[in-house]
Structures are given as C-alpha cells and as structure tokens.
C-alpha cells in the first residue's frame, strides 16, 4: 500500500504508452483529474510525474483530501511522495530527469515542494483564477514564482491545454462536489 | 501505523502533562529536534500540536525525509497529516483550537500547507538564517508571509526560545548529518 493510496479506478487505469509531448502528457494529468470527479473519489486535481527522456509514465496521482481526510493529499503531493517511496530515494533526480505535469497551477504548497521534489520541469494546466472561481483557494506564493522555480533550474511551462483544464473544474461544480479551502 | 510513521523511541516518549505556555510547548517541539538528531532519526526538525485551550498534546513529529525517502515529510506535514488521519478529518478545526509549535520556521512548502491544515496559531523556534547556516534551504515564500497568514486568522508567534532551536542545529552539523537541500 502506497503512503497515499490511489482510488481503485486509479491503480487500475492501463497505463499508457509513452508520451513524447508536453502537451500528451498535460492532457493525461488533466484525464486524471476529470476521472476523480467523475468517480466521486476527491477534487478535481490531477498529476503526473513523466520520465522527460523516454516519455514514460513514473507515477499518476488524484487529490485525496476529503475522502483520505488529509489535508496535505494534493495531486502533486501524492504523486511525488509515492514515486519516492517506490524508488527509495527521497528525491526523484535519482530516477533520472523527471517532470511534473499538473492538471491545475500547483498552491502555495505544492510549488514550495517542486524544488524539495527532485524535479526539472513543471507543466501546469489551468491556473489559479479557474481553481479559484469555483471557489478553491490555491494559497500565498512567492511573487514571481515561476521565475524562482526557473531559477532552481526547473523549466515551467503554463496554462498548456487550459481550457480543457478549466472544464473539469465546471464539472466538479455541477456534480457539486465539496469546495473544502472556500 | 500512521500515514509518517515516527521512530521507536518518538512512539514511546512519555506524553507530556498538559503544556499551558507557548514557551513549555516551543520547548517540547525544539527536544524532539534534538532528539531526533541524537537517535539519528532524520532532519533536525521537531513540530508538535497542541490544544490551544486545554494544553493537551495533540501530535508530535520529527523530520523522516532522510530515512523514509519522502521530500514531503517534513516534521510540519508529518504532524498534521498523522493528527487528521486519527481524527477522521482533513481540517484539525473540527477537534478545536489547534497550534502548531514548529522547531524552525516552516520551509515554503509548510509555511503554505498552513492554512489548508485547520490550525489558529503557529509558533516557530529557529528562523531561516539558522537553517540556512547549516547549509538547508527554506525555499522561496510569499513576501510578508507571517503578515498574511494573520489575515487568514492565524496567529503568528516568530523566534521563541531561537536560541536553543539554534543551537540544535550545530548538533546536527557536528553530528555529521545530512543537509539534503543544501
């Protein structure tokens, strides 16, 4: 049993083959994220961690913080903390160069654990206005966040494939699913 | 088994009397840094929470990302995720009015897992320039942190008893301990 156990649907979920775009791998995150709602197991958030080399798919996790009565069981989280738990090392860096793709701009505690995550790159979905108009809150960060996470040396790559992003959040609306930092 | 499981000798400390002043509990939080330098356990960083009305002690916990491969376990995460799984609750507002008493400043990745835990005061030993003296690395937060984390409704309490959280990382230095974010 993982740190953050996934939902069933989630560990049976085929994993896909590898994938070679940013723009693949997002719409997976953002996949992950539409089947959390859709299958009532947390809020709508998803992550992946992708191999940036080969393309393979390390880990994939949905946010657990209601159902896991959790507050830190974030997508991205889970996801980091279960990759590492696997490779028994507490930074993924010893895996090989590996990326966190993000259905939603990461919170104010997410982005402070990419740089203590061992990751090179970061690729978001929809940002904080469209977590935030349904009534998430997504926390103080650092201004210019993005710049200080390039200057860590991990790439960021914003609002890839937002609007699809955004549309799960629309969802989870109309399946009225609890907003729980509102 | 919690979710971060804690060394041994943390499972079989005895459970304080009830703490009545900010200064007994920080105290309480900066001896299990220490102790957690001593046994060999991990990072030296010890948080505990306490009920802020009655004293009592409500979780404690130490640093495990060395030991348990896990960049998220932090002794701030640790503490809350552990209290919230035996409560059966993502927020620790539903058991009352909860502290988090941190040895040192929380990193950005806690300072910003704050608000979403359910806490109403946090109060911290050493600060960032005594971690980053022995080589960690807090991260990047939101400028004016401890200011808008009082606009949440969360008390802030900075640099109680510094000087023994500091000291505690001198231990560390001499015990030839990790600095895994140097």
Redesign the interface.
Known sequence: MS??PMPEWLENLPKPDRLNSDEERILFAIELSRLNVGNGTGGPFGAALFDLDSGELIEMAVNR??P??????HAE?CA??NA??R?????LNTIGNVGLYSSCEP???????I????VKKLVYGADRADAESVGF?E?????Q?KE?LRHRGIEVIAELCREQAADVFLFYREQGGTV??G
């Open positions: 740190r953050f913080v209601v896991d009565s959790c507050s830190v069981a989280i980091f903390a590492q738990e490779s028994g090392s507490f930074t919170c104010a505690m997410c982005s402070g654990a740089p203590w995550a061992g809150d926390g103080d960060k650092a201004d966040w200080k729980y930092n």
